[in-house]
């Protein structure tokens, strides 16, 4: 119940006085109130829960934190690059990009 | 799907984990308030990946779950009555009250529907004059905005034959209650992204200074737990206490101004119970008088009903993080999603629900972060080496 999802506005129109829009999830299409998000249009994002859009989404907001999560990763490859096989703290994780570490039983390889 | 397929891709989770590792030093305690979050948290393993001493603990963030006892045994008081359509959010139904529940409640011939807005319930009050109709409104900051717009409108349309049984709860006031208690472990808290996409994060600046305790916005994807928790670690390692906003895409600090304005045009904060931690001082919502013809409580009088939980339910340790799940009797064996004796095991968000679908404690291996990626023969069994606890 508490889950918001996010998806993509396909029309909108008013209904009892309320805006309302019909949102794609994936494929699957339901009503949701777009009282909370007016400025919406037709290929935006929205957040909806509970029938309610509660947010729009920000594309480039949401590209931007892919990019700097993809970053840091590199980031990390090069630190992690640098350890040596005794240190403690750090986890040494096999390395999927280089491709040559062989698969581990480890949870972070899937 | 957009926007949450990204957000599951595996190589980036290995990557974000691999940094939490490495800017670690000590140990720390983290709670998240977010029933979508604990899911999330539980199912991809997220938490046993973690470094060794940094604990996340699953805080009182399900709404279904921390709705107490006595609102579910008033609902059921009020389904019974043959003139009522009940109408609520599935998740409510098969919530045990002190001796039957809504699901088994309908069985017996009573009218509950699931509706999944609460504009729906105001259509069935219009389509159907002659009976009373009843909205269960549960929920956190984020359901409120729905719910206050159903009696509004009601009030716009001039219906009269619907009311809500309001058990409405906010995030900011139970975070306090957590902070200020002598036995209190949190560190740090991951804020629940869409309760802040609505009301904003202003609230939380204060609770993070007075407490000096990291607070940081985040969202629900493997992603954006793993950036949140990075996010809340790298502020407590450097002594940080800062509200921070992960979950970017969605949240603007001041929230989303319209829906605040319909919540509080319709409802005011009050005390509220809550199921395992008890009352807390103006941590919940009321309707406020100029719209009391739509509380349920009052228009079919049962205000009076007080009931006690299961002997055998520890809910209240397990919503405040004191105990988890496995350190439960009943769990796995007289309680399980099947036949919940309390609520944490009933709604899908809740941290027993969430154990027993991940599989914990009942004898079934645990598959860590594998997230959207194809099912794989040999697919991983344990944590990394190193990261397990």
């Known amino acids: 119940m508490c889950l918001g999802i996010p998806g993509k506005v396909m029309e ?17 299409r339901k009503e949701a109130c777009l009282a909370y998000v007016p400025d919406v249009k037709p290929g935006d994002y929205v957040i909806v ?33 640098t350890m040596g096989p005794g240190m403690s703290a750090p986890a040494v994780l096999d390395d999927p990009v280089a491709g040559s570490a062989p698969p581990q039983r480890g949870g972070l390889a899937s | 799907m957009k926007y949450l397929d990204e957000y599951r891709d595996p190589v980036l989770a290995r990557k974000l984990m691999a940094e939490i590792h490495r800017v670690t030093t000590r140990p ?17 393993g997220i938490d046993e990946l973690l470094p060794e001493g940094v604990r996340m603990i699953h805080g009182p963030g399900c709404p279904v779950c921390v709705t107490p006892l006595e609102q579910v045994d008033k609902a059921l008081a009020i389904a019974a009555r043959p003139d009522v359509i009940f109408t609520s959010y599935g998740d409510m139904l ?80 139970a975070m306090m209650a957590l902070l200020g208690s002598p036995s209190n472990q949190v560190q740090a808290f991951l804020a629940a992204g869409h309760v802040c996409a609505v009301m904003g994060w202003t609230e939380y600046e204060p609770i993070a200074e007075r407490y000096h305790v990291p607070i940081v916005v985040t969202g629900f994807e493997p992603l954006d737990l793993l950036e949140g928790i990075l996010m809340a670690i790298n502020q407590l390692e450097a002594g940080r206490a800062e509200v921070e906003n992960q979950y970017v895409r969605a949240v603007r600090r001041e929230g989303n101004r319209l829906a605040q304005e319909t919540v509080f045009r319709v409802f005011e904060i009050g005390e509220r119970k809550w199921r395992g931690i008890g009352e807390i001082p103006s941590s919940g919502y009321r309707l406020k008088p100029a719209f009391a013809r739509y509380d349920a409580e009052a228009k079919f009088d049962v205000g009076d009903i007080h009931t006690q939980e299961h002997p055998a ?15 439960c009797t009943a769990y796995g064996t007289l309680c399980h999603p099947q036949k919940p004796l309390g609520a944490p095991m009933v709604s899908s968000e809740g941290t027993c629900a969430a154990f027993y ?14 997230m959207a990626a194809p099912a794989a023969t040999n697919a991983p069994t344990t944590p990394i080496e190193g990261a397990a606890r």
């Open chain 2, 94 to 173: 098969r919530v045990p009250g002190s001796a039957t529940d809504l699901l088994a409640l309908k069985a017996r011939g009573a009218d509950v529907r699931i509706v999944y807005s609460p504009l729906d319930a105001l259509k069935v009050a219009l389509a159907n004059p002659d009976k009373q109709v009843v909205f269960f409104a549960v929920g956190f900051e984020t359901t409120a905005p729905a719910n206050a717009m159903a009696v509004w409108q009601a009030q716009q349309l001039g219906v009269d034959n619907f009311s809500i049984l309001v058990s409405h709860v906010l995030v900011p006031p």
């Open chain 2, 357 to 370: 679908a991940a599989g914990r404690g009942i004898g079934v291996p645990a598959r860590p972060l594998a």
């Open chain 2, 28 to 44: 720390w305690t983290l709670m998240e308030v977010c029933g979508g979050q604990t899911h999330t948290i539980v199912k991809q």
């Open chain 2, 313 to 327: 339910c520890i809910a209240g340790a397990i919503l405040t993080g004191e105990r988890t799940p496995l350190d």
């Open chain 1, 12 to 28: 909108v129109r008013e209904e009892a006085g309320l805006p309302m829009g019909r949102v794609d999830f994936g494929g699957v």
């Open chain 1, 49 to 81: 829960h509970v029938g309610f859009a509660i947010s729009q989404v920000d594309e480039e907001e949401a590209l931007r934190t892919l990019e700097l999560l993809d970053q840091m990763g590199d980031l990390v490859q090069q630190e992690l690059a």
